[in-house]
């Protein structure tokens, strides 16, 4: 039997919590329950939407990743804008026309395979003419380059800038990039673009493949789309990839969906993949999920067999991530430090709490689903676990913000307003997606039969133009707080000097002369050296994997690296006027020895930070330096 784009609402309402009949409806017009993952039966288990999409990507996201460059458009233009929305019309007025005639199944599929493929032409054109990732090198930007590059020379969880102490941060986003760039020869930071825009591809593809477990999928692909037009970064794709896939996640672990809940080594092995890749979504949650598990411990029938779930899929979680967890608890309880990266303050962090209060399409969505979510409470089964979840990270953030009052400490509680965002948006579609077919069907009203397809064709060609003007750096007047991020990429000097093809000439980046102090540092140590640096500017570390001492902000530093003692050793250091005096100290400060100064000249003297030294400090004996590179940088090598 074929299946329309326009009947999916109508097939699809939510579930009840008894979990009754998947098919049917009941006498006196009692509605019906959803379909997940519903099949062809002509081509068997293997012909679905979700093979569909995978496919369909496979095919569509080479092609998108190359149109870019064949087209060759400024990004910074008009023009250059109107190509992945064109793209985008073209593409949804084709998949409208399908519908109408092909198996919903296999629209919808193509329609997820192609939403993937669109991203990366749209990502891909904004990028078009720079080698450099979206952020460029400033920033969090750099350091992810910073952390690939490191991995080009460990396959160990490590520190970005002090190899010999594990990540703090998930690794594994860098760490794919740092291998990969090992593989292929060519350099991690020259890679960082590719795995920005095929991340936010899966972004895609990988929720929709998830929540088509448990709904239908067009409300699938619906509540991907929204989802990511609610919020995307390319600069941290993983970030979205990642929140993209633990909503789905939760409901399939802690909730009761209608359908058997995933198996408990699938669920295991995705929560792995959290904990590495991006695991802070679970802190905002935790509230919530310890409160589900005693949810469920008090309802489930069969409570120990739950818990033994639960715990399989924890140790399977666990296994995934040991690399990374296991080292760093270890660096904790043996190393210990102080917590600092929290003590920046951003501009967010008092904002953003009540998303569903704007007046914006996606607000007033969220604000259905708030409402929704509150009257379904307990006649959906996923209202609860969702409503629970959003009361959660609410009460992280205010745990959170009391802390800050009292320590300064952030908490990073600014990115809990992503994650119930998503959480509310997700809440509308479901919520209207319930709502619609029982208002309909108690108004005797049979809406026209491409009502649907009319309606969800309408909000992708909206969401692919929003994303298109947020992240264009042709945009720049409608929505700087992201396209600057864009137009960032193409004002970053290139490491040799000389800027992108099409970077504009205002607001360019200063050049940080990178190729001359390599050449510098090599002709002094030989090729490939790996000398400890004190560099006045990060960006040294996203081009070379040499050890660095710290980093010039010192709440960038991981807490196991004591990056506040590491900068009062540099003070120390400042002060030893003589030269012997200087070299001994220096090579062996607290954290071990400082074998290269890449310092700025001041007429005050050589600059780290708000540190001076003097040359009379690097006697000939000791040092080598290099004293005529250009933007006023001086190098000074250990001989």
Not at 28 to 55: C, D, Y
Not at 501 to 507: I, N
Not at 526 to 548: C, H, I, K, M, Y
Request: glycine share 8%; hydrophobic share 50%; aromatic share 12%.
């Amino acid at each position: 039997m074929r299946q329309t784009l326009n009947v999916p609402l109508a097939e699809n309402g939510a579930a009840g919590e008894d979990h009754r009949a998947q098919s049917g409806s009941g006498a006196g017009g009692t509605e019906v329950a959803p379909q997940p993952g519903k099949r062809l039966g002509l081509a068997g288990r293997w012909i679905n939407a979700s093979t569909v999409a995978v496919a369909t990507s496979l095919v569509a996201v080479p092609v998108a990743f190359f149109l870019p460059k064949l087209a060759g458009l400024d990004p910074f233009t008009t023009r250059a804008a109107a190509f992945p929305i064109a793209a985008a019309l073209c593409l949804i007025a084709a998949l409208f026309v399908m519908a109408a005639r092909w198996s919903g199944e296999v629209v919808a599929g193509l329609a997820a395979g192609l939403a993937a493929a669109w991203c990366v032409l749209m990502f891909r054109t904004g990028l078009e003419g720079t080698p450099f990732g979206y952020g460029g090198l400033t920033g969090d930007a750099g350091r992810i380059a910073a952390g690939a590059t490191r991995y080009t020379t460990t396959i160990a969880s490590s520190d970005t800038l002090v190899p010999s102490l594990p990540s703090e941060y998930p690794p594994f986003y860098m760490w794919l990039i740092g291998r990969t760039s090992v593989l292929l020869d060519i350099p991690a930071w020259q890679l960082l673009a590719d795995f920005q825009v095929l991340f936010v591809a899966l972004a895609v593809l990988v929720p929709f493949i998830l929540w088509r477990r448990l709904f239908n999928s067009w409300i699938a692909l619906a509540i991907t789309a929204l989802a990511l037009v609610t919020w995307v970064d390319p600069r941290k794709p993983y970030e979205v990839l990642t929140l993209g896939i633990f909503v789905p996640w939760l409901l399939e672990v802690f909730a009761r969906p209608p359908r058997n809940r995933m198996h408990w080594l699938a669920a295991g092995l995705i929560g792995g993949f959290i904990a590495i890749t991006y695991q802070a979504w679970v802190v905002y949650a935790i509230f919530g999920i310890l409160a589900l598990i005693v949810y469920a411990w008090r309802t489930e029938p069969d409570r120990w067999a739950y818990l033994r779930r639960l715990g399989l899929i924890a140790a399977v979680a666990f296994v995934v991530s040991s690399w990374y967890v296991v080292p760093f608890l270890w660096g904790v309880a043996t190393i210990g430090g102080e917590q600092v990266h929290d003590l920046y303050v951003f501009t967010s962090s008092n904002t953003e709490l009540f998303p569903f209060l704007s007046t914006t399409p996606i607000g007033l969505l969220q604000l259905v689903g708030l409402v929704g979510l509150v009257w379904l409470w307990r006649s959906t089964w996923w209202a609860r676990p969702i409503l629970v979840m959003i009361i959660a990270v609410y009460a992280y953030r205010l745990v959170a913000m009391l802390r800050f009052v009292a320590s300064g400490h952030e908490s990073f509680l600014h990115y809990t307003s992503r994650l119930f965002g998503i959480l509310f948006t997700i809440a509308g579609v479901l919520v209207l997606a319930h709502v619609v077919p029982i208002a309909l069907r108690r108004l005797r009203l049979t809406p026209p039969r491409l009502a649907a397809s009319a309606l969800l064709a309408v909000v992708l060609a909206w969401v692919s133009t929003t994303i298109t003007l947020q992240w264009m750096p042709s945009n720049l007047d409608w929505m700087p707080g992201t396209t600057k991020y864009s137009a960032s990429t193409h004002l970053e000097p290139l490491p040799g000097g000389g800027y992108s093809e099409h970077a504009p000439k205002e607001g360019r980046r200063g050049w940080f002369p990178m190729t001359p102090i390599r050449q510098a540092v090599e002709k002094e140590l030989g090729p490939n050296p790996q000398p400890v640096t004190l560099s006045v500017d990060e960006r040294l570390f996203a081009f070379v994997p040499w050890p660095g001492y710290t980093g010039v902000d010192p709440v960038v530093n991981s807490t196991l690296s004591h990056g506040k003692e590491r900068h009062a050793e540099v003070k120390r250091l400042a002060g030893i006027t003589d030269p012997a005096a200087f070299a001994e100290a220096s090579a062996n400060t607290k954290f071990g020895p400082i074998d290269v100064f890449v310092l700025s000249k001041r007429e005050d003297g050589w600059a780290w930070r708000d540190n001076r030294f003097k040359r009379e400090q690097f006697s000939a004996e000791h040092w080598t330096i290099v004293d005529d590179l250009p933007r006023n940088i001086v190098v000074v090598i250990r001989r």
